[in-house]
């Protein structure tokens, strides 16, 4: 083992050669650095949403944070010619201790003016601020509206794919086409947490956004047809108690194992002269699993005055699980009551859970948000916003009050 | 009376108005002498956007920025590309960190990019048309 590793060393020796005289040969190529961050403050009147589970801003706590939201991240680009480069964006953010992730590294292929092919790790474009999410400065709010832009819709942030960007123009109207091919696995956050690992492969997405002067708009479509989301160990003892009893079939039923996930998208942004407004609407079918469907939207309408930038923002989120998952359950328990009403009533007892896991997924919120932003003369903007939560499925409200200074260079 | 408030307000929304051209003169592309192509504001709008870089039988064009603090370059930006400073940087922040472009550079002041315009053909910029030598340049009035 040990001398394999040596073994590893020794042949990289010659490609650190052939590497370093390519360099000293052709010293100028062209290299650059951006970064961004954020800094942040938020403020949760109230933490009763998070026992519950089902709320999509189950970082919040109680008090005052600073780490929700701020970040630092770094993007470095190799400009091997005016057709290739290769670019990585590491980001850190301080929920995760700083602790960088690349969401970005791909190799660039500029084949024409109209197109780009990328291969590499991306960020999938699943929303209009999916792949840009990160970067604070590039949108009005603290954070684009949780309902739709939820920690677990970013379960599969980034894809291992190879993208083409095509784009043309006609008259007065300025197209992009976006396609990818590729598969993901990476740990996301989940409630309370908990992490999990997800992983997906086959996938692919097409997006046409469409330009007009002062219109814009999006439309996407994506499929995820071999996804798997591993199961948290919370309920992991509800599928053992399955197995055991014999009702493997509605295990498989359940867990979200190769299953088929599809996203649609559509969002439309109108800015015209100080005006904005800006709507999107997402809606995600899983194929019968615990997982539900979902069906969130939101509409922001704001105006500018000079520097500042003004703006309310009113969104729903809902997702939903009616399969009856534990009829066989209840129907087997029904059977065997007569005879063995200790074993029916543990039948019982796992159809209630079953019911009871499928119904903690299920969410119904809405909020409000209104919301500041300054934009200084140079690339830094400050931001406050007050969003108001409100979950109607358990009957609880809350008050997120956040500040953040968003910069890039 | 009435009519002297009149052309008072009149002068005055004029004044607000022509802003920023009032004072600096007029605002127009520069290209080098030789270009033929019909060059008009929504092109050269799409080329400081990234969004188109040449005709199909054209050259590529590489557009030049005026710096940061040079007032024709907020004219430009609001007046061709239809954006304030803000909403311009914010567009160019989700192209760099999406991987989808880069803005165009700047040269170092007035002078230069108009050094490069006429020495190279692929450079393009624009300029207060009082302070060059129109007759030198392919000059494109945005009016």
Known sequence: ?409 | MISTLRLMTLSTLLYLSGGLTAIAGELVIIAHPSIQHPLDADFVSQLYLGKQRSYQNGIDFIPLQLPEDDPLRRQFTEQVLNKSPSQLRAYWAKRIFTGKGKPPSSAVNRNQAIKLVLEDRQFLSYADIDTIDAKQFRVIRLK
């Open chain 1, 1 to 409: 083992m040990r001398e394999q590793n040596f073994r590893h060393w020794l042949a990289l020796f010659p490609c650190l050669l052939i590497l370093s005289s390519i360099s000293s040969v052709k010293a100028d190529i062209d290299w650059d650095l951006h970064g961004f961050g954020t800094l942040s403050g938020a403020y949760m009147d109230d933490d009763a949403m998070n026992q519950t589970g089902s709320t999509e801003i189950n970082e919040f706590e109680r008090g005052v944070q600073y780490d929700v939201d701020s970040k630092l991240a770094l993007q470095g680009s190799l400009h091997f010619n005016p057709q290739f480069s290769f670019t990585a964006q590491a980001v850190a953010p301080a929920i995760d201790d700083f602790e960088p992730e690349i969401e970005w590294g791909y190799l660039s292929w500029w084949v024409s003016d109209a197109l780009i092919i990328r291969t590499g790790r991306l960020r999938r474009p699943n929303y209009l601020y999916s792949d840009n999410l990160r970067v604070g400065y590039t949108y009005p709010w603290v954070r684009p509206p949780s309902e739709v832009y939820s920690r677990d819709s970013q379960f599969f942030a980034s894809v291992d794919a190879i993208n083409a960007l095509y784009n043309w123009t006609v008259d007065d109207w300025h197209f992009e086409f976006e396609t990818y091919f590729g598969k993901s696995s990476r740990r996301a956050d989940f409630i309370a947490g908990q992490s999990v690992k997800t992983s997906t492969r086959n996938d692919f997405g097409i997006f046409l956004s469409m330009e007009y002067d002062w219109l814009n708009l999006r439309f996407g479509y994506q499929q995820l047809p071999d996804s798997t989301i591993d199961t948290i160990s919370s309920v992991q003892p509800l599928y053992d108690g399955l197995n055991v009893a014999g009702f493997g079939d509605i295990v498989d039923d359940l867990e979200v194992e190769n299953k088929q996930i599809e996203y649609f998208n559509f969002a439309s942004g109108i800015d015209y002269d100080d005006w904005l407004m800006l709507f999107e609407y997402i809606y995600i079918p899983v194929e019968n699993s615990i997982a539900p469907d979902e069906t969130s939207w939101y509409l922001t309408t704001g105006r500018r005055f000079g520097k500042w930038t003004l703006h309310y923002t009113y969104a729903e989120r809902k997702r939903n699980n009616r399969t009856d998952f534990s009829a066989p359950v209840r129907e087997q328990a029904a059977l065997i009551a007569p005879v063995n009403p200790a074993a029916a009533g543990g039948l019982n007892f796992l159809a209630d859970s079953i019911d009871t896991t499928r119904d903690l997924l299920a969410i119904d919120n809405e909020s409000h948000y209104i919301g500041l932003r300054y934009d200084f003369d140079n690339p830094v903007a400050i931001k406050a916003e007050l969003q108001q939560i409100n979950d109607k499925r358990n009957g609880y409200d809350s008050e997120l009050f956040s500040v953040a200074l968003d910069f890039f260079f």
